[in-house]
């Protein structure tokens, strides 16, 4: 990295685990994770956020994978930012491509739910990313523009100081395919310029913009090693305890003067 903004590292379990082999995840994670000058969360299930908090210690925090935009009610099966909060939670993703692409969430409900994370104090991370019929017919700039577009409409400056935007190529996740160092890093830069043309240059030094998509211990260097790669999301490599802590290595390898 070229600037002195902390990289950020967050481990997406998704359906995974189960409540003892979280518990275990963690105590591998606590036992091999070095000190240095990293942002870290996991993002466990629902089911387990609050037993997961309570072994968390240190430089980790605790993430969400989804949230709904309005406080209790009727919302069938939904879980409101309060009550992440009660768990323990500060961060959650909106728009993950899942959510997006298989459970069919929209820019708008996107854009909701990274509000209403805002609104809560939390860090909302934001992921967004083209589909491989997208990037095959040159649409991956204008995806990527449409979504950070949409999900930080209304979203102040201020707020923005606790946005993370995770790009993610949808091709790339979970299939074991990832974007080139450059591929990555175009599109980082891009995103970038687009929000110092959002909101201003200092915003657009200071935002986060990390990297997910198979990313592992064998690529995650020369992916952080881009001068506007900040991090990863991680999915598979984040439930083995000793990939995930390789990552987090590498984070730290990336920043300049480390
Ligand atoms: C993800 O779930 O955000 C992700 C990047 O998954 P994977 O690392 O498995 O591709």
Request: proline letters at 3%; one cysteine or more.
């Given at each position: 990295m070229s600037t002195q903004r902390t990289p950020y590292v967050g481990g997406n379990w998704k359906m995974n685990t189960?409540?003892?082999?979280?518990?275990?995840?963690?105590?591998?994670?606590?036992?091999?994770?070095?000190?240095g000058s990293v942002d870290v969360a996991v993002f466990p299930p629902f089911p387990y956020l609050m037993g997961i908090g309570q072994k968390l210690n240190?430089?980790?925090?605790?993430?969400?994978?989804?949230?709904?935009?309005?406080?209790?009610?009727?919302?069938?099966?939904?879980v409101s930012t309060s009550m992440l909060k009660d768990c323990?939670?500060?961060a959650v993703l909106t728009g993950?491509?899942?959510?997006?692409?298989?459970?069919?969430?929209?820019?708008?409900?996107?854009?909701?739910?990274?509000?209403?994370?805002?609104?809560?104090?939390?860090t909302a991370?934001?992921?967004i990313g083209e589909q491989l019929e997208e990037r095959e017919s040159g649409q991956t700039d204008a995806v990527n523009e449409r979504q950070v577009r949409a999900g930080l409409d209304g979203v102040s400056e201020e707020q923005l100081a606790r946005v993370?935007?995770?790009?993610?190529?949808?091709?790339?996740i979970g299939t074991g395919k990832t974007a080139t160092p450059e591929d990555a890093q175009d599109a980082h830069a891009k995103i970038r310029a687009?929000?110092?043309?959002?909101?201003?240059?200092?915003?657009?030094?200071?935002i986060r913009i990390i990297y997910g998509g198979s990313?592992?211990?064998?690529?995650a260097a020369e992916l952080m090693a881009m001068s506007d790669v900040d991090g990863g999301l991680i999915g598979g490599a984040s439930l083995k305890a000793e990939d995930f802590c390789a990552i987090i290595e590498a984070a730290q390898g990336s920043l300049v003067g480390s």
């Amino acid at each position: 990295m070229s600037t002195q903004r902390t990289p950020y590292v967050g481990g997406n379990w998704k359906m995974n685990t189960n409540a003892a082999e979280g518990r275990s995840l963690i105590d591998s994670i606590h036992s091999t994770m070095k000190a240095g000058s990293v942002d870290v969360a996991v993002f466990p299930p629902f089911p387990y956020l609050m037993g997961i908090g309570q072994k968390l210690n240190g430089p980790i925090s605790l993430g969400a994978q989804d949230l709904w935009h309005s406080e209790n009610g009727a919302f069938t099966g939904e879980v409101s930012t309060s009550m992440l909060k009660d768990c323990g939670v500060s961060a959650v993703l909106t728009g993950h491509s899942e959510r997006r692409h298989v459970i069919g969430e929209s820019d708008e409900l996107v854009n909701a739910k990274t509000k209403r994370a805002l609104e809560s104090g939390l860090t909302a991370v934001l992921c967004i990313g083209e589909q491989l019929e997208e990037r095959e017919s040159g649409q991956t700039d204008a995806v990527n523009e449409r979504q950070v577009r949409a999900g930080l409409d209304g979203v102040s400056e201020e707020q923005l100081a606790r946005v993370v935007i995770a790009y993610e190529p949808v091709w790339a996740i979970g299939t074991g395919k990832t974007a080139t160092p450059e591929d990555a890093q175009d599109a980082h830069a891009k995103i970038r310029a687009l929000i110092a043309s959002m909101y201003s240059d200092s915003a657009a030094q200071e935002i986060r913009i990390i990297y997910g998509g198979s990313m592992k211990p064998g690529n995650a260097a020369e992916l952080m090693a881009m001068s506007d790669v900040d991090g990863g999301l991680i999915g598979g490599a984040s439930l083995k305890a000793e990939d995930f802590c390789a990552i987090i290595e590498a984070a730290q390898g990336s920043l300049v003067g480390s």
